[in-house]
């Protein structure tokens, strides 16, 4: 072990001495926290937080397979080794000294990665030290098994090179590190649960925001120990000294082994425990700020709902005519109405709602939306959302009785532009489906059948959004009576 | 304590064999090394020099044959082994950015009983180059911190594999008298080379090898007197000497010409000389130059193997 513990010391004082490495190392991951704080977060310290552990991600995985797995074979290749080989000095020492050094590595890129988030982005720091110590202790244990265990299996740097790409881009663009689970499509959110990057990405949301704690990831985080002691348990056993030994097709097929913990867990999960709707909780539940909108904000004013249950979400959603005027609106169902605009991709469009006086038919009110559509964001918008889950965005079942026609029905007036009735839906991922609707200044009723909608059938819906855009400008319209029937 | 003789045996190696694929490195090696004896390994690139020594090092394991050093087995007892023997690759690479004195002291942190790291460093002339980067370090520094590595263990058994290769004149005569050094303190070496005269100067005792096979073994005394070539006069006379006549000259066994000069082969060496000033002196032909060279070791490889030790 002291063999180790020196080697590992070196390895760290040879990196010091480097500027390459301390460039990747130190200031490389402060370059993706300023890129995503900054230009996707907006500076938004919510958003930050949320993305802080997606930056942290990349930050252990890029260490583990660029640096310290290119490193070993680097090593091999160049016949470093070979001089050690000569010592009494084990392959254990050398895998575990390697494992050690990096690890020393990450921990104060993170602290400064954290220090960076708060004191540039204020942040707030509510994971606490210890959280984020075994988050990220646990990301680069596991990723140093895996970067290791491709140098074990890789005879050159570019075989080391090729198996590192084809496992790092699907772990970046399908874990969440790049793009935000809840707006991949349903497939590839089921594609993602199978994927190690997946749980440290959401392990680091959930603690960050507040919405989980630590413990309610130990399955996941149990997966990524045991498959990093698996990874490191192989990169020891099939240690080569000199580039001369290669090592065989069944050794390297063998080291599949290492994602048999996560299919175990991916399978446990798309069973029983599902984590989409959490993924979506913990992203539409950010208490965004600075943009001076509640996007995504849920008060306990807009969670209104005589039921929350599957069984009554069908019928009336809203008349608004149980609040009086200025006030937030009600629904009967689900999780009540929300603000959502295209701030979330880094727009600037805006939108308010409220309870207004003169409804529909002569009704007691109506919600009025107005606000501003900016150019700018790929697809601008800006409305009021209807959330029938539990939870802002999480699914929800309508329960269509069997003699219903399955429409959507609202009465519309406003300043004569056109507009859209969006509903998302966990089949289609991101994309809703859409219909427009123009508004003319004096109640009109609209009736959509839900089968015009392309994909819905009335399972797994996320959100019915009534929003202007995508043409920029003002904008000023009321909704009232939505129902389903 | 003289090298060789009644001492014990530190290295036993029988009937070593070891294939790479269809390969044959090494078919049926065998030797014995004794204490304090510096002992060569002397054959061309590809012989199966550096296979040998691997495999007293515990790097390579044998496919057949037995082999023990100081008394352990390479294979099974490599931890201990290690503790006791010091090695000097053909080419030693550490990391570019590492200091030298860090080099020295991380080896020597590995090792039960190290030896003193500044006064290895002050024999081997690095002393002021302590703090100096690995990558700043002249071919020749990186030898004699290489030599140094294999030493900081104070071994009983130093492998050397080609020390000598890629140095110029100077750097190379430095090695020589550090191995010599090395004997004087009762060490014992093994160095592997194809420089003749390297294995001539140093060595107690060679081994020949030669497509993984011992051919000759001995002092360098006793394979030179086992060449049947003898001594090499070369002869320049003032009138061309005839074949029947160099023929019948006494001790003579060959004999060719190239450009007026005649090289006899010849033994014992002094009749010869005798016989030649005879038959010149008969045939009144002025003797205009006479040079005797002894066989060397490269003879003895050319008699054995039928070429050049650099083919």
């Known amino acids: 072990m002291m063999a180790a513990i020196r080697i590992a010391f070196l390895n760290i004082r040879l990196v010091m001495r480097t500027r390459v490495a301390l460039f990747f190392t130190f200031l490389f991951p402060l370059i993706f926290l300023f890129v995503y704080g900054a230009v996707f977060a907006h500076g938004d310290p919510a958003v930050v937080a949320y993305l ?434 | 304590m003289r090298p060789g003789g009644s001492n014990p045996t530190v290295v036993e190696a029988a009937g070593l064999c070891k294939n790479y694929g269809s390969v044959q490195a090494l078919r049926g090696v065998s030797f014995e090394i004794k204490k304090g004896e510096v002992f060569g390994l002397l054959g061309p690139n590809g012989a199966g020099k550096t296979t040998t020594i691997e495999i007293l090092e515990g790097l390579r394991q044998p496919d057949g044959g037995s082999v023990r050093v100081c008394g352990l087995d390479p294979t099974r007892q490599s931890g201990e082994l290690k503790q006791r023997i010091g090695a000097q690759l053909q080419a030693t690479v550490l990391p570019d950015k590492i200091r030298v004195d860090e080099a020295m002291r991380l080896f020597a942190g590995f090792y039960r009983r190290p030896a003193s790291i500044d006064k290895l460093m002050e024999r081997f002339g690095l002393a002021e180059k302590g703090h100096a980067l690995y990558e700043t370090l002249s071919g020749g520094q990186k030898q004699r911190l290489a030599l140094a590595l294999a030493l900081v263990n104070d071994p009983e058994l130093v492998l050397m594999d080609e020390p000598t290769v890629g140095l110029d004149v100077q750097l190379r005569r430095d090695i020589y008298s550090m191995v010599e050094t090395f004997r004087g303190e009762g060490r014992t070496v093994l160095l592997t080379t194809h420089y003749i005269e390297e294995a001539e100067r140093l060595c107690d005792r060679v081994a020949i090898v030669d497509r993984g096979q011992v051919v000759a073994l001995g002092t360098p005394r006793e394979l030179v007197a086992r060449s049947s070539r003898g001594s090499r006069l070369e002869v320049r006379v003032s009138k061309p000497l005839g074949a029947d006549m160099i023929k019948q000259l006494e001790a003579v066994h060959d004999f060719n010409e190239r450009d007026g000069t005649y090289f006899l082969y010849a033994q014992p060496v002094a009749r010869a000389v005798v016989a030649l000033i005879r038959l010149l002196e008969m045939e009144s032909n002025e003797l205009l130059d006479l040079h005797v060279s002894q066989p060397t070791l490269e003879d003895v490889f050319v008699e054995m193997t039928g070429r050049k030790i650099e083919e």
């Open chain 1, 52 to 485: 802080f552990g997606p930056v942290v991600t990349i930050t252990v995985m890029g260490s583990a397979f660029w640096g310290l797995g290119l490193q070993s074979v680097t090593q091999r290749e160049r016949g470093s080794l070979r001089r050690y080989r000569l010592a009494p000095v084990g392959s254990g020492a050398i895998v575990g000294s390697s494992l050690l050094a990096n690890y020393l590595l990450q921990l104060p890129t993170v602290a400064l990665l954290a220090i960076c988030a708060v004191v540039f982005f204020h942040m707030r720091f509510t994971v606490g030290w210890r959280a984020l110590f075994i988050l990220v202790s646990v990301g680069a244990y596991t990723f140093a098994g895996f970067g290791l265990t491709i140098a074990s299996v890789a005879n050159t740097m570019q075989e080391a090179q090729v198996y590192n790409n084809l496992i790092w881009f699907p772990l970046l663009f399908l874990s969440g590190a790049t793009f935000p689970l809840p707006m991949l499509p349903h497939w590839v959110q089921r594609v993602a649960i199978f994927l190690p990057a997946t749980h440290l990405v959401t392990a680091f949301q959930g603690v960050m925001s507040g919405a989980r704690p630590l413990s309610a990831y130990t399955p996941q985080l149990l997966a990524l120990v045991v498959s990093g002691t698996v990874g490191l348990l192989f990169a020891w056993k099939l240690f080569r000294w000199d580039k001369e030994d290669k090592i065989s097709t069944s050794n390297k097929v063998l080291s599949l082994v290492l994602i048999i913990p996560f299919l175990i867990i991916g399978t446990w999960m798309t069973a029983y425990a599902d984590p989409s709707a959490s993924w979506a909780s913990v992203f539409n539940g950010l208490d965004r700020q600075g943009s001076g909108q509640s996007a995504g904000k849920v008060t306990k004013e807009q969670v209104s709902s005589p039921s929350g249950s599957a069984s009554g979400l069908w019928g009336l959603v809203s008349d608004f005519d149980d609040s009086g005027p200025g006030s937030q609106p009600t629904a009967r169902f689900g999780s009540g109405w929300i603000v959502s605009t295209d701030s979330m991709l880094g727009g600037k469009s805006t939108a308010e709602m409220s309870v207004v006086d003169g409804g529909a038919e002569g009704s007691k009110g109506a919600l009025q939306v107005r606000g501003t559509i900016v150019s700018g964001a790929a697809f601008p918008w800006a409305g009021a959302m209807f959330c029938p889950g539990p939870q802002p965005f999480a699914p929800a079942d309508l329960s269509v009785p069997t003699e219903s026609r399955k429409e959507i029905i609202f009465w519309a007036k406003g300043d004569g532009k056109t507009y859209r009735i969006l509903i998302f839906s966990q089949s289609r991922g991101t994309i809703p489906a859409s219909q427009d609707f123009v508004v003319g200044d004096r109640w009109k009723q609209y009736t959509f059948p839900l089968s015009s909608f392309s994909g819905i059938d009335g399972r797994g819906i996320q959100g019915i959004l009534f929003s202007a855009g995508p043409d920029s400008g003002n904008f000023s319209f009321a909704i009232d009576d939505i129902r389903f029937q």
